[in-house]
C-alpha cells in the first residue's frame, strides 16, 4: 500500500529543546515538501526538496532544518529557535512537475 | 508575486449544489487544483485541471478558465460529511503548490 507515514500523531516538547519529525513515503516521488498549519489558518511552506540531496528554504524557513538523504525521506527538525512551534505540521510528496501533492497524516506539535 | 483568492466560509444545505470560487494571480501558470480537508486531519487531493473545462469525479467537479484565471470546485448532492475546508492550488511548473487560505464548507440539514 502505497503512502506517506508521518510520526509520531502526537509530541509534546519542553521549549528550548529541538525535536525531529518523521516523514517517510513509498510513492517513489522526487519531491517533499512540509507545511504548518495553525489553528483554523491555511498552509504555509517550510521547506521542500525536489531532489535528494537538495533542498530549498520555503516561506518560513527560520528556526527550521531538513535532510533529504534518501528519496524516501525528509525528516524536519523544529530547532529551539523557532519562536512559536506549536502546530499542526504536514509532510507532503508529489512527482516532479507535477500539480497535485498527497499529504501524510501530520504530527500535531506542542511546546510547553 | 502569485496569491489565490477563495471565500472563506460557505454554508449550503444537505442535498444541495454548491460552488466554491478561486481566482488566482500566477505568473507561469500550469493548472490549479484542489484540496479538502476535514477538521483534525491532513488535506486529501481531489483534483486537478490543466485544461479549461469541466472535470467530473463523482460527486465533485472543477472547473478552469485560464483567460479569466478563475476556477471553482463545484459539490453536487451535499452530504454531512463534505462539511470541511476547501483549498484551491495553483501550480506553475518545477516551484510548490501555492495554496489559497481555504474556504471552511459547513453543509446543513
Known amino acids: 500500500d502505497g503512502g506517506i507515514t508521518q510520526s509520531p500523531k502526537y509530541l509534546f516538547r519542553k521549549e528550548g529543546q529541538n525535536v525531529t519529525l518523521s516523514c517517510e513515503q513509498n510513492?517513489?516521488?522526487?519531491?517533499m515538501y512540509w507545511y504548518r498549519q495553525d489553528p483554523g489558518q491555511g498552509l504555509r511552506l517550510i521547506y521542500y526538496?525536489?531532489?535528494?540531496?537538495?533542498?530549498q528554504k520555503g516561506d518560513i524557513a527560520e528556526g527550521y532544518s531538513v535532510s533529504r538523504e534518501k528519496k524516501e525521506s525528509f525528516p524536519l527538525t523544529v530547532t529551539s529557535a523557532q519562536k512559536n512551534p506549536t502546530a499542526f505540521y504536514l509532510c507532503?510528496?508529489?512527482?516532479?512537475?507535477?500539480?497535485?501533492?498527497?499529504f501524510g497524516p501530520g504530527t500535531r506539535l506542542t511546546v510547553t | 508575486g502569485q496569491s489565490l483568492e477563495q471565500p472563506s466560509e460557505v454554508t449550503a444545505v444537505e442535498g444541495a449544489i454548491v460552488q466554491i470560487n478561486c481566482t488566482y494571480q500566477?505568473?507561469?501558470?500550469?493548472?490549479l487544483s484542489w484540496y479538502q480537508q476535514h477538521d483534525g486531519g491532513a488535506p486529501t487531493f481531489l483534483s486537478y485541471?490543466?485544461?479549461?473545462g469541466l472535470e467530473e469525479t463523482g460527486r465533485f467537479s472543477s472547473f478552469l478558465s485560464r483567460s479569466d484565471s478563475y476556477g471553482y470546485l463545484l459539490l453536487q448532492e451535499l452530504q454531512m460529511k463534505d462539511s470541511a475546508s476547501y483549498f484551491c492550488?495553483?501550480?506553475?511548473?518545477?516551484?510548490?503548490?501555492?495554496f489559497g487560505k481555504g474556504t471552511r464548507l459547513s453543509v446543513i440539514a
Open positions: 507532503a510528496s508529489s512527482n516532479r512537475g507535477a500539480g497535485e501533492q498527497y
Open positions: 510513492l517513489n516521488h522526487d519531491a
Open positions: 526538496s525536489q531532489i535528494v540531496n537538495d533542498f
Open positions: 500566477t505568473s507561469g501558470f500550469y493548472g
Open positions: 485541471n490543466a485544461l479549461d
Open positions: 492550488a495553483s501550480y506553475s511548473g518545477n516551484t510548490p503548490l501555492v
